[in-house]
């Protein structure tokens, strides 16, 4: 009988502990790692030939929103497409448990603004036969998955589900004996398995209230008051460390005195204190502009670590291309003019973005400078129309930037990019910059003990950007060109060190004893493919991918999901309860 499953022979092994690398073989039996060293391959089942290649954990990407995409897509590509071997769901206390019956339309209606998630894939594939979130656990348990699953408890559909709905949770707190009562479901939903909890709070009237409901109003989490996530922070202490806090807040912007950056440091500071938990910060964004930002953050970070509290930043490390259409698109809804154009049917929006009314309020905007100058992705006027849908506007528009369809028809930069736009049906494709391209502001943030690479956001904005390449950006611009970080370093930052911040214990090192979500790859030759659209999602709806090349396997759990960039259709991903596969 072979002592083995399977042996990775000769590859040069990156552990995702800082070790050193060395050559040598691992022994895979059961979903584990059995053993490290100089193995004999009659000894296994399966041999695969390493020499030359990279032999390293999965990754571990703690911020997606697959919670829909799980539903019909097994291996959450395009994360697994780039060596992720493990995800974290129900981010920014967004999900879909749990809720009740006639909530589930509503449900779904949340995140298909908020988080840019189109609508009739997630009507014709979530089967709803659910209503707690035990409940759901188990439906996710079930169902086939290529990829590792780590599930957050949401806040906002917890706040609703108490309440007894989505509406009367936007008119009101939770009083103290609803508060409790989401407390309770806190620990009934880590019973399940939950590792934490999760919430977003852009305070309306700030900045950065930019992610909001179908509907433009704020989202629930955005209005609870400190004192609720106080208590639900009080309510995680009581588990004993276990668990961890992932929290997006901002109040910059916000007219009181008390509102701003440092206001938000200090709270996410006192979750931290409160719970005796890990806190997940986003996020340290990365800008070339306004560098000073992230270096706040990062001062922060370090002097809070030094106080005993745990606070580790989630960095957006990705330098994904990005394209937007108005007929999608929803990270302007800061500006009232803005929220209101782009909310509703296509045809509601597109004759909205043609009201003289709202464009007066956004060209004055644009010109204090307050609202719509930078988009999320770059500066207005130097997105380009790469792609002109009307044959009449086509070869008059295409591949000219904003500024110079203004300058060469002598408009407002705001007219000339939403004339095209409406004139096009409001599907024209504007493709913006690709930001961040300065490799020393990568270097100055992940030298920072306390900075996890990612932010993928994966699953969401998904006709927008594919900030899931991360990990191979990382791999090969910031390791293998830039040399700016090492190999053994981006894997610790990739895979050990999130395990760690996340309170997955099972997985994320190449250690005897740990699941086997390992990858193995050539990085001389890995790289990121060219952004397209395909129509892979349920209902024929389409999406904005980038592949990957040179991974020549990707294993989670002992098992190869891809070969060569192939899927080879086994299923060997768990749910992680707890951090911890079943």
């Known amino acids: 009988m072979a002592e083995f499953d399977v042996i990775i022979k000769d590859g040069t092994i990156i552990d995702g502990t800082r070790v050193p690398r060395y050559k040598g073989d691992l022994g895979i039996k059961d979903g584990k790692i059995a053993k490290i060293g100089r193995l004999n391959t009659s000894d296994a089942k399966k041999v695969l030939d390493a020499r030359g290649l990279i032999v390293a954990p999965g990754g571990i990407d703690l911020h997606t929103h697959y919670d829909a995409q799980l539903h019909w897509d097994p291996y959450l590509t395009i994360s697994s497409w780039h060596g992720v071997t493990s995800v974290t769901i129900g981010n920014c206390g967004f999900g879909f448990a749990p809720v009740h019956p006639k909530d589930t339309e509503r449900a779904m209606l949340a995140l298909s603004r908020n988080e840019a998630i189109p609508m009739e894939p997630m009507q014709v594939s979530m089967a709803w036969d659910w209503e707690t979130f035990p409940q759901y656990m188990d439906c996710i348990d079930a169902l086939p998955k290529g990829i590792n699953v780590s599930h957050l408890f949401p806040l906002g559909p917890a706040v609703a589900y108490a309440l007894g709905s989505f509406e009367e949770a936007k008119k009101r707190f939770p009083n103290e004996k609803e508060t409790q009562e989401i407390v309770r479901l806190m620990h009934e939903a880590m019973d399940a398995g939950a590792n934490g909890w999760s919430s977003q709070q852009l305070v309306p009237g700030g900045s950065s209230s930019v992610q909001r409901d179908f509907d433009g109003t704020p989202m629930i989490t955005d209005m609870l008051p400190d ?61 070339d502009k306004y560098p000073y930002v992230y270096r706040a953050q990062l001062r922060w970070l370090a002097e809070a670590n030094k106080k005993g509290t745990q606070i580790f930043g989630q960095a957006a490390t990705a330098r994904a291309p990005n394209r937007i259409t108005f007929e999608d698109w929803n990270l302007f809804d800061d500006s009232e003019a803005w929220r209101e154009a782009t909310t509703g049917t296509a045809e509601e ?110 699953g969401a904005h998904i006709k927008f950007i594919t900030p899931g390449t991360y990990s191979t950006d990382m791999l090969t611009w910031m390791v293998r060109d830039s040399e700016i970080m090492t190999l053994e370093e981006a894997h610790f930052r990739l895979s050990g060190l999130t395990s760690w911040a996340a309170r997955i214990k099972d997985r994320g090192t190449l250690r005897e004893g740990m699941a086997a979500d390992v990858i193995v790859y050539d990085l001389e030759n890995l790289k990121i493919l060219p952004s397209e659209v395909t129509h892979d999602l349920p209902a024929n709806e389409w999406r904005r991918v980038q592949k990957a090349e040179g991974y020549r396997w990707i294993m989670v759990n002992g098992e190869v999901t891809f070969e060569d960039g192939q899927c080879t259709n086994a299923t060997p991903g768990a749910l992680l309860r707890n951090g911890v596969a079943a």
């Open 349 to 458: 929006k597109r004759v909205k973005l043609a009201d003289p009314r709202l464009r007066q309020i956004m060209r004055e905007e644009y010109d204090a400078g307050t609202k719509s100058r930078d988009f999320l992705f770059g500066e207005l006027t130097e997105f380009i129309a790469r792609k002109v849908h009307n044959s009449a506007l086509k070869d008059k528009y295409e591949g000219l930037s904003v500024a110079q369809i203004a300058e060469q028809e002598g408009k407002h930069v705001i007219d000339a990019m939403l004339d095209v736009s409406v004139a096009d049906n409001i599907k024209t494709e504007w493709a913006g910059p690709v930001l961040n391209q300065d490799v020393e502001n990568y270097r100055e943030i992940m030298a920072s003990p306390y900075t996890l690479p990612g932010v993928s956001d994966g």
């Open 227 to 287: 004192e609720f996530y106080l208590a639900m922070a009080k309510g995680l202490g009581q588990r004993n460390g276990e668990g961890c806090i992932q929290f997006t807040r901002s109040t910059v912007g916000v007219d009181d005195p008390r509102a701003g950056m440092h206001n938000d440091f200090d709270f996410n500071a006192l979750l931290s204190e409160e719970s005796g938990c890990s806190v997940l910060f986003n996020a340290i964004a990365v800008n």
